[in-house]
């Protein structure tokens, strides 16, 4: 047993060095066989091991090291660490190998996002497959596939409540199929994404049905209790996520007679990571996947990790400390994983979770929220003023930028940056609402409210891209004008996640302006969950007319495939991040990339008019200067007065004043 960490005496880099040399020896007597037959490849993992187990042992002796038991688990995760580096594939430790030598190769400006249901967009994993020449075609390179693993029937939060991590539901295939699946992708230059979810598992997951069954070892890897007392007083702190399925934070289950810690919903029983076997038994699934192929894990719901009387149970500090040992652990064993961040909170929050050491790739739910609010308000001051203020993040890392995603909308712009623009975050929260749902007269959208709650009038958005900007009205209500103007919206949004930098990441289907499907309100299983409208299966008749320009579908697609090749050309938009520039007119959002010379300016309009601005008072280039739109292909002389359609976009490219 550890003396206790907060006692002055305790002396962590002497513990850790005392405990390296202790356990150096009985892995290696453990795994002698492998030691002798591969003695170069057990000295690199040694090294490994010698680098990070400093970093290691002093998180865990943070979260664990008052246990009495804290060097058996501790010494059993080094142990499942080591079997799972020796049973990694051959080909996976070459990319180890390779992604060690090149740590910031996803900032590449080629990367591109794609992101989809196995079933869906293709059937089964097979389908998917069948897909790769579409995905080469689109210019993918990162391909994430939603939950699809083995979950209940019926309601499963859309294969969010895993029964089983290293089973595929069997509807999709099989694990053998998405080991086949992630080399056919590497070999084709995708890396596979898929979702870690690993604050709760199903109820029907193994632990969970042997904790139902009353044995004790696993009702400890939740959090269960006999009557209303504890759960009470956490709840006095917590905040509801789906009211509307139920209230609070826990469920009372008949069958055992307990109340089962259950955040998001009753089927998904949280996770207890102060117990330090879950820890373990989830650091080994990590690597179960990573070594399926897998390249980086998407961490779900990782503000909620940890449970803590008399605060949120939001965002606290041991949710870093779990997520920075699970990199560590991926370092020593599988060094190509990433980590993803899926944290919808406050942006000050979202931004903690950004770090090499922590997760190198994070999902900017701001900048999505905020090109939405963009859209209705048609004025960029929140946008702009968020960006200067938000966007820069550490080096090593990428914001993963986005316009929709399975999810629903939730508006999680600072209330302080609104405070500051003299705007109520309150008030503005209710208007877009009104504005995405329809509501609100003159609005462009078609969409719908997704858990709204009556008492705290706190509600999100559901609905596919081109219905939220404006093409289902336009075309059952509208003219061409309409049509038009939404097809100018949906282009415009995505211009900006694939030019202002970071990974740009496309939910597959707003590629060819797939509409909302009203469809899934016949499903019982799905009716109550307004998220299912932008949920819908590929529409292959859209797809089939991408290449037909006159076609709204190939309008849209050939419009994307237009940016998507001009991103990829434009090395000097992954090389730092943007200037964010005040362009003199409330309705253009304006940001610049610059490399030694040369800079190229992106200016967006959010108007439904034409916007004049001159660039001659932005001051940014030289007086005498041709500038030439490259994705219109004009060119002018003169930065007196610059003039943008509606929703138009320009990347305007020339040389820095002098």
């Known amino acids: 047993m550890l003396d206790k960490p907060n006692q002055p005496d305790f002396d962590i880099e002497l513990e850790s060095k005392k405990s390296l040399e202790r356990l150096i020896p009985r892995l290696n007597d453990r795994f002698s066989t492998f030691r002798k037959s591969h003695p170069e490849a057990w000295k690199l993992y040694i090294r490994r091991i010698q680098t990070h187990f400093p970093s290691l042992f002093s998180i865990l002796v943070d979260l664990y090291g008052q246990r009495y038991d804290f060097f058996f688990y501790f010494e059993s995760l080094l142990t499942e660490i080591t079997k799972a580096w020796i049973d990694r594939p051959g080909d996976l430790k070459k990319l180890d190998a390779l992604r060690e030598g090149q740590p910031n190769w996803f900032q590449d400006h080629r990367m591109l996002g794609g992101v989809c249901y196995v079933d869906l967009f293709a059937g089964d994993l097979s389908g998917i497959r069948n897909k790769i020449p579409y995905f080469k075609e689109l210019g993918l390179t990162y391909l994430h596939l939603m939950p699809l693993f083995k979950s209940p029937e019926g309601e499963n939060d859309g294969g969010y409540a895993i029964s089983s991590y290293r089973e595929v539901d069997p509807k999709l295939g099989t694990m053998e199929d998405l080991r086949l699946l992630a080399g056919e992708l590497r070999e084709e230059g995708i890396s596979l994404v898929i979702d870690f979810v690993f604050n709760h598992t199903s109820n029907e997951h193994e632990w969970a049905l042997k904790a139902r069954a009353g044995e004790q070892r696993y009702q400890n890897y939740y959090r269960i209790f006999p009557e209303r007392t504890i759960p009470n007083a956490y709840e006095k702190t917590l905040r509801e996520i789906f009211p509307e399925e139920h209230p609070g934070a826990f469920t009372y289950f008949y069958d055992i007679g307990q109340w089962v810690w259950t955040t998001f ?80 909170v406050h942006p000050d929050e979202v931004a903690k979770y950004i770090h090499p050491d922590e997760c190198q790739l994070s999902y900017n739910p701001l900048l999505m929220a905020l090109l939405w609010n963009t859209l209705a308000t048609r004025e960029v001051n929140l946008l702009l003023y968020s960006m200067k203020k938000r966007f820069e993040i550490p080096d090593g890392c990428a914001w993963v930028n986005y316009v929709r995603c399975h999810d629903d909308i939730g508006w999680t712009f600072s209330d302080e940056d609104a405070a500051d623009l003299w705007v109520n975050a309150f008030d503005h929260r209710q208007f877009l609402n009104a504005f995405y749902t329809g509501r609100f007269e003159g609005s462009f959208a078609r969409g719908l409210p997704f858990q709204e709650n009556i008492k705290t009038k706190d509600a999100r958005i559901s609905g596919t891209t081109a219905s939220l900007a404006g093409l289902e009205k336009a075309l059952e209500e509208e003219t061409q004008v309409e049509v038009d103007l939404a097809i100018r919206r949906i282009l415009l949004i995505h211009s900006i996640i694939l030019s202002i930098g970071g990974i740009p990441l496309i939910y597959l289907g707003d590629e060819v302006g797939t509409l909302n499907d009203y469809s899934y309100q016949d499903d019982p299983a799905k009716t109550d969950d307004s998220r299912w409208v932008h949920r819908t299966e590929a529409d292959l008749e859209r797809y089939a007319k991408r290449g037909e320009e006159e076609s709204i579908p190939g309008r849209i697609y050939q419009g994307f495939q237009k940016l998507i090749h001009l991103r990829k050309s434009l090395s000097i938009i992954s090389e730092k991040l943007p200037d964010f520039i005040y362009t003199g007119n409330p309705h253009v959002f304006g940001y610049i990339h610059k490399d030694h010379d040369q800079q190229i300016l992106f200016l967006n309009n959010f108007s439904d008019f034409s916007q004049s601005l001159s660039l001659k008072k932005l001051n940014l280039f030289k007086e005498k200067i041709i500038l030439k739109d490259i994705v219109s292909g004009i060119t002018t002389s003169s930065i007196e007065e610059l003039e943008l359609e509606p929703f138009q976009f320009m990347w305007l490219q020339g040389c820095l004043k002098e």
């Not at 897998?294 to 909620?304: I, N, S």
Request: net charge negative; with cysteine.
């Open 265 to 344: 919903h009753s089927n998904q029983w949280d996770l207890n990571y102060a117990n330090p076997e879950v820890f373990n038994q989830m650091a080994g699934e990590m690597l179960f996947l990573a070594n399926q192929g897998v390249e980086v894990l998407r961490l779900d719901a990782v503000a909620f990790i940890w449970k803590e009387m008399g605060t949120s149970c939001e965002n606290l500090p041991q949710a870093h400390s779990i997520i920075q040992a699970y990199n560590l652990i991926a370092r020593i064993a599988s060094p190509a994983l990433l980590f993803k961040s899926e944290a919808i």
